[in-house]
């Protein structure tokens, strides 16, 4: 299995989690973050802002399903702008449920 770590914009957020829910990823866990990427922030006028708000969105797919999780998001995240965000995908190498404490892979 892989987990796919989304960071995208927080107004397009709905739209990413929509979409996944659509194309059949409906489970995924959405959290408020801040960071920064190459551009390192931005300068308005006289104001810089260091640190950028955006929303991670996680979720955990079959192997062979990765790619079209990251095709979706993707589409549905990008504006074209600077600061879209990133996606990232890592291998589970386990996990499990609370409730009765069994494997679930």
């Known amino acids: 299995m892989k987990m796919i770590r989304a960071i995208?914009?927080?107004?397009?957020?709905e739209d990413v989690a929509e979409a996944l829910a659509e194309a059949g990823f409906p489970a995924l866990t959405k959290m408020d973050v801040f960071?920064?990427?190459?551009?390192?922030?931005?300068?308005?006028?006289e104001v810089y802002?260091?640190?950028l708000p955006k929303t991670m969105l996680m979720l955990v797919v079959q192997d062979e399903e990765a790619e079209?999780?990251?095709k979706v998001i993707v589409?549905?995240?990008r504006t074209g702008s600077i600061g879209d965000g990133k996606i990232f995908i890592t291998e589970v190498s386990g996990a499990y449920t609370i409730r009765t404490g069994e494997p679930t892979l």
């Open 8 to 13: 995208v914009r927080p107004e397009k957020a």
């Open 35 to 45: 960071g920064r990427g190459k551009q390192r922030g931005i300068r308005m006028d």
């Open 68 to 70: 079209k999780a990251a």
């Open 49 to 51: 802002y260091d640190e």
């Open 75 to 77: 589409e549905s995240a």
